[in-house]
C-alpha cells in the first residue's frame, strides 16, 4: 500500500502527490482542522510525549514505551489506514518523532511509505 508522512506544515504538497485522506496521529489539537480523520491509538501518550522532550527519557527509552503504548492497538489501528493516507503530527521533519516509528514498522510490513 502507498502511504505518507509528513506534519501537518506541508499540507501545500498533500494534493501534488497523490495524498486521499489526512490521518492525525498526534494527541495535540489541530484548531485548524488539517486532517480528515484521527487514528489517536498511534500517537504517544502526553506524558511521554513530555517526558522524551523534557529530556527526562532517552532516545532508547523513548522508542521502547513508544511501541509498550502502541502495540496492544497496532493491528486494529492499521487496518484503519488506507490506500494513499499521509500519517500526520506536529514534529518538524528530521526530528526524532513517533511518525518515523510508525513509517518504519509499516515498511517492515510491506507498505510503501514516502515522507512529504
Same mark, same amino acid.
Given at each position: ?13 498533500? @494534493? ?7 490521518? %492525525? !496521529?498526534?494527541? /495535540?489539537?489541530?484548531? $485548524? ?37 502502541? @502495540? ?7 487496518? %484503519? !489506514?488506507?490506500? /494513499?493516507?499521509?500519517? $500526520? ?28
Amino acid at each position: 500500500m502507498k502511504l505518507f508522512i509528513s506534519n501537518y506544515a506541508s499540507g501545500g504538497a498533500f @494534493e501534488r502527490v497523490g495524498v486521499k485522506r489526512r490521518v %492525525r !496521529i498526534s494527541r /495535540g489539537k489541530d484548531r $485548524l482542522g488539517r486532517f480528515d480523520v484521527s487514528i489517536l491509538e498511534l500517537a504517544p501518550s502526553r506524558s511521554l510525549l513530555e517526558g522524551f522532550r523534557s529530556g527526562r527519557l532517552s532516545l532508547r527509552d523513548y522508542d521502547s514505551r513508544f511501541w509498550e503504548e502502541v @502495540e496492544p492497538n497496532w493491528a486494529s489501528a492499521t487496518k %484503519r !489506514i488506507r490506500e /494513499g493516507d499521509c500519517l $500526520l503530527c506536529f514534529c518538524a521533519g528530521g526530528s526524532h518523532c513517533h511518525r518515523y516509528l510508525v513509517a518504519d514498522r509499516l515498511r517492515s510490513e510491506g507498505h510503501d511509505v514516502t515522507e512529504i
